[in-house]
């Protein structure tokens, strides 16, 4: 065999072992590029792996079995596939043309200043291409907090694009007079507003104390967050 021939398919094995090798714990970078994940730990390859995961801002998801898909990367795209068996939480991160999540489906705990509580989500869609909404859809029920403003209710509604963002209202399930507007754009910033239609003054004067402000139907709050570790902004 020609000696050229011989090192061309040498360094063709070798490329193939490598890739076929790549550990899990290359995907470290590549999620905490996309800045809402980081991984806390590793194990197996990026085919087939196990990787523990956690927000931005530290709280732990689980461990999740991963899997970069084949057939993508051909295409000079990146699909991860994640799944949580125990948790019952799935979704896919892309990057390429297209950025963010598809196919999110299971519990979520949703941490914000003065809003919190239980996220189901099923099948949920936020894709991203130039830095504005391409694809939005699945569908969010949120049940708040019952400690919270809202007192443990439920609101749910249907995600969708909207002047480029990624755009949730949440309507509350048993006609209560609030709703909550999760909005969310290309560059990684969040923002959950909470309005409570309202004239009762005992709730409120707890709202005013809670950081809301009075609107023409009751009170409302924004809050702003970037998907990355800074600290949530208010505002009126």
Do not use: Y
Not at 27 to 36: F, V
Not at 70 to 90: C, E, F, S
Not at 155 to 171: E, I, S
């Amino acid at each position: 065999m020609n000696t050229r021939i011989l090192i061309s398919v040498l360094a063709g094995a070798t490329a193939v072992m490598v890739i076929a090798l790549a550990p899990a714990t290359l995907l470290t970078s590549r999620l905490a590029g996309a800045a809402a994940l980081r991984v806390t730990e590793a194990e197996g390859s990026v085919w087939r792996g196990r990787v523990g995961l956690a927000i931005a801002q530290g709280r732990r998801l689980g461990d999740f079995r991963v899997g970069l898909s084949p057939l993508a990367l051909l295409t000079g795209q990146v699909r991860l596939k994640a799944t949580d068996k125990a948790a019952g939480r799935a979704f896919v991160l892309r990057w390429g043309r297209d950025r963010g999540v598809e196919g999110l489906t299971g519990p979520l705990s949703l941490e914000l200043e003065g809003l919190s509580g239980r996220i189901e989500a099923k099948d949920v869609v936020a894709l991203f291409r130039d830095g504005r909404c391409r694809r939005a859809g699945g569908h969010i029920r949120f049940r708040a907090a019952q400690d919270s403003l809202l007192g443990g209710a439920t609101l749910a509604g249907t995600p969708a694009c909207v002047g480029g963002d990624w755009v949730t209202r949440l309507a509350p399930t048993g006609g209560a007079g609030a709703a909550i507007t999760l909005r969310a754009d290309g560059a990684g910033r969040l923002q959950a507003e909470t309005a409570v239609a309202t004239a009762d003054p005992l709730l409120v004067q707890a709202a005013l104390d809670k950081g809301f402000v009075k609107d023409a139907a009751g009170v409302r709050r924004v809050v702003s967050t970037r998907l990355s570790a800074e600290k949530a902004v208010k505002r009126p």
